[in-house]
């Protein structure tokens, strides 16, 4: 008996219903959207076109216009008693076959060959026990060839697969471009986007590198995580396991855990049991030991794939030896990092995973072969790159799968909005990834096709494309500020600048990706009170078309405009510099001193920078905005201003001027910051101090220098004085005055 559930070779990807088709570089005029859902083996009928399988299906209105029919197609949720096979876990020498059964089958098996006509290969498959009457099964098949197709038939039983084909990983020394396909976020069945988007980039994938099998164009499908809404078994049949019959027979999956995983489902036995493998997966020896994280190598690319909803040492100090190992092998020649949390957001800005930005991505990026991270969890797609380190990030979360309320992110419908630096595209719309890595140029190059969204139709259109190469680092030349021709000079070196200002650079540089403006209080820069990124597109909410709105359209990339709010009058020290298209950073500029005059800023400034515990730290602040709610928050150092991590303290203000009193009792280094929202906007600089830091205060310049290691103990933590003024506590430079 052969098992019908979930299969649809015969099927998959259907012809476009158009009287002339187009080239997929001239994507369709879409003049109309209708969307449709049914359910499966029900077809419906539209403008004379009968559709059953989930696709967007285009009718040509005889202008050069285009219907666009989005048919959603919803499973009828009767579980199979054999499921077709998917596939993960690949490598140029093995695979492993996977399925669900309702039964426990003994002796069940999988049937391979190099020929359709000849599984002469077997191989027998174990079976967990998921849940009742739900059975994972699992045979590996292992002495492939590399870079080799393969086919298979699961037999079970008195059930019988139909044949599917696979192809085997390349060798990681070979040369040939390595592409994957990237998609996340299918929680939930309402709506077919992560069909559509599956099937869109088979036909991209045709129309770049011609006719052929999904897996003849991309090894792999990566997974960001939420495969499922609510962490259930039927879900995992039904929603990861039903949208994934697309290409799962064929294409191997590998995926991350999650936060919808864990719903129902805390300790995430039901994820761990379909993935317990992914703890056996070992790289250089290294194996995590858990299905949660794991690093995996296929090609030229090692993938590090970590949990953001169980952070842990343990997982950091695993990402650590597994970069170290991969630094000095060879045959990695990129690194991709994928975890479901982001790390930057610019819709529900503060959702997103400190840990990973603060602990994990410098342990990534310190091997220069880390060339990506990517992301999920917000349903859209967002595209920037780390300041610090030539490094994209990507969020690809466009297949969720509904228009529910808080699922669907759309401009205009969402709180917590804020323009990030580190972002350079938020564009709210169904996406996925075509990765290819081509070790001959040592270049990664992305690119991001679009469907639209709930209120918007595109025809598979190239949203996005950007590259890192490794081997050419196109460091710019080093910037210098232009100040005499344009402002005043006082005393010594200083220059006047009157706000609002333009301040631009000696010499106009074409081509650049960004540029960075800093200012300090300081001329070594390690009290940084503004700090801007100048992009050459800023991709940031939608025009009234609901198309992506370039809020730096024809702003020069080196020029700064600093407006009369953006920092306090003050004494201050100002440098730049340049990035290229390959995310390289010139050096900066030589530090200018100013003297910033006409400031509408909101500031705050502290009696003190250094109090007993128990003492009163007075906190006198100006241009607060009145009657919205501003308020001033005191955290702790490692603090991170949001909802879940509460401030130590905090008062709102009462008029645009004035002073409040804080006790603070906690030994500790801490700062304090003004918010103008009711929310966790800062619109001040942060402003450090320490509690308890007396012996600080009453050590000598002199006794400095007679004694250049003074080191002690304050609160139980090392400070070092590391010169005039500077300290080091708590691993965090700071300054006494």
Known sequence: MKTR????ASVLFPLIFVAAPLSSQEPRQISAIRDITTTEGEPRTAYGVTMSEPDIYYIDNGDNTFKAMRLTVKPVETPAAMTAPYLNEPTAHSIQVCWKSNALVEGAIVRYGTAIDQLSRQATASTRLVATNYYWNTARLEGLEANMVYYYQVIAGDRTSEVYRFRTQPEADSMEPFRILMVGDHQRNERSDYEWLLRMAKRTLDAKYGEAPLEEHVRLLMNVGDQVDSGSVRQYEFTHLYKSREVMSHLP??????????????????YKRHYASYGDIAYQGITSGTALYYAYQAGPVLFIVMNTDGTSNAQKQWVQRVVTAADSDPSVRFIVSVQHRPMFAEQWAGDTNPWMTDEVIPILSSSKKHVINCAGHHHLYARG?????????????????TSAQDYEQLWGNTPDNRNRDEVQKTIDQWTYQIMEFDPSSATMTVETYSIGNRRLALDNVLIDRFSRCLAQPDIPATPALDFASRFTREESSTFIVPLPATIKQQTAVEGLHSSQYQIARDSEFSDIIFSRILLFEDFYDVDNKYLPKNVREGLPVTTLELAASDLPSGTYFIRCRN???NLEWSEYSAPQAIRVTGSTAPSISLSTTNLQPGGTLMVSYENAPVGKNAWVGIYKDSQHPGNSDP??????TSAANGTLQFTISDA????????GDNGYTEISPRFPFVVGADRIKAMHDEQWEMNNTAIFNLAGQRVEKMNKGIYIYNDRKIIIK
């Open 5 to 8: 559930v979930l299969h649809i």
């Open 579 to 581: 990035r290229s298209m």
């Open 253 to 270: 999956i590998m995926t991350c855990v999650g936060n919808h995983e864990l719903f129902k489902d805390q300790q995430l036995e039901l």
């Open 385 to 401: 790159q780390l300041s610090q380190w030539p490094v994209y990030h990507i969020i690809t979360g466009g297949g969720v799968g």
């Open 647 to 652: 401030s130590y303290a905090w008062q709102y």
């Open 668 to 675: 500790g280094s801490y700062f304090a910051v003004l918010f």
